[in-house]
């Protein structure tokens, strides 16, 4: 809390999604404005309030970015050679990434000359290229096209496009079937529901692009890691979901979803023909007469466990992070490991897992997924 002048403005400011008012305001008092110091806040502030902010500047900042597969020493020659020849011109900032599934580097560069910057951006693509990252930081915004891209056409050919063209397919018939209201995602943040849930966003908004309401996931509430959490919780504000939250073992919990939402009847699951107990599923598969009755619609039955990491690595969609440690199946915290076939030694002697996309064997999926771990 704070006391400020009677002649404070508060601007609060728009999300440029949604278009609702955000909670936390931006202090003004005549022409000296107050950021805050939180980084994300600050973020926030300069996208939902740049009309206001610099609209009568009369200076024009013109930004690249670069991303990059290894960190700064790998490549620090390149960059002190680009930047000898640019550094009173176009500034060049380098920016380490620990934590990004696709980067591990991010270059920035930035002057008040357009022409100038785009021929420095060339050159240094030109000096990286071997480590260029062709990076997407917003794949939400630009789903349904690239999803359909993939997918658009059973034509292309290759069993991947196949793939993605057939659950393109089923999720559409899905929504000619049931309403927004009546159908919700199976999500627990595993990769399989991952990158189902970013395509069912993007068939929604290729089949009712005015819609703003919140799109529904079901979410069976377990003992589970704190960076699924975490995911869960960043995925909720990406995707604009609303989660129905149940507990216990799964036929409890779909009794207590009917009880809770009647108005629900289909729920789109991640399954996929190599899960146990799936050998006999259809797309469209009701529950057992002795079950709450849910239609549900399975998308990814014919996907391959490699599928399913071509269609996310190759959007960028963002993933739970205990993929890159080496789980390749996520189940309950006491019962889940490393998978034992990402196992290597790194350079300092150390053992160390590979990221799970690097999985040879896709049927060695759940080899971390043991019953007696002492974990």
């Not at 936390?24 to 939180?38: A, K, T």
């Not at 960028?316 to 076939?341: A, E, F, I, W």
Request: net charge neutral; charged share 20%.
């Amino acid at each position: 809390m704070a006391k400020v002048p009677q002649s404070t403005r508060l601007l609060y400011g728009v999300n440029q999604k949604t278009g609702a008012k955000h909670d936390y305001p931006l202090v003004s008092v005549n022409n000296v404005f107050v950021f805050p110091g939180i980084p994300s806040l600050l973020e926030r502030a300069f996208h939902s309030l740049k009309d206001q902010l610099f609209a009568s500047s009369g200076i024009t900042f013109h930004v690249r970015e670069v991303y990059l597969s290894e960190h700064e020493l790998k490549v620090v020659d390149i960059l002190n050679k680009f930047n000898a020849k640019y550094k009173d011109t176009v500034p060049l900032g380098s920016y380490p990434e620990w934590h990004n599934s696709y980067y591990k580097l991010k270059l920035i560069l930035e002057s008040g000359d357009e022409e100038l910057i785009e021929s420095a951006h060339s050159e240094l693509i030109s000096m990286l290229h071997e480590y260029i990252v062709h990076y997407q930081k917003d794949p939400v915004s630009v789903a349904p096209e690239q999803v359909y891209a993939i997918g658009g056409s059973l034509n292309s050919g290759g069993h991947f496009s196949t793939a993605v063209g057939n659950a393109i397919n089923t999720i559409e018939r899905a929504l000619d079937q049931y309403t927004l209201e009546e159908i919700c995602v199976g999500f627990n943040g595993g990769k399989d529901c991952t990158a189902l849930l970013h395509m069912y966003y993007a068939v929604v908004k290729r089949k009712f692009p005015d819609y703003k309401g919140h799109l529904q996931v079901l979410y069976v509430e377990a003992p589970t890691f704190p960076e699924i959490d975490t995911f869960i919780s960043q995925s909720v504000k990406r995707y604009n979901l609303k989660t129905l939250t149940v507990h216990g073992r799964m036929k409890e919990a779909l009794s207590d979803l009917k009880k809770k939402h009647p108005e629900l009847k289909a729920v789109l699951m991640g399954t996929r023909r190599t899960d146990p107990y799936s050998a006999s599923l259809s797309e469209f598969s009701p529950t057992d007469k002795d079950w709450p009755e849910y239609m549900r619609v399975n998308p990814m039955l014919e996907w391959s466990y490699h599928d399913v990491w071509q269609f996310i690595r190759q959007l960028y969609v963002p993933y739970c992070r205990l993929y890159d440690q080496g789980y390749t199946s996520l189940g309950s915290k006491t019962h889940t490991d490393p998978n034992p076939s990402l196992r290597y030694t790194n350079e300092y002697g150390q053992t160390a897992y590979k990221p799970a996309w690097m999985l040879e064997n896709g049927l060695d999926e759940r080899s971390g997924r043991n019953p007696l771990s002492p974990k």
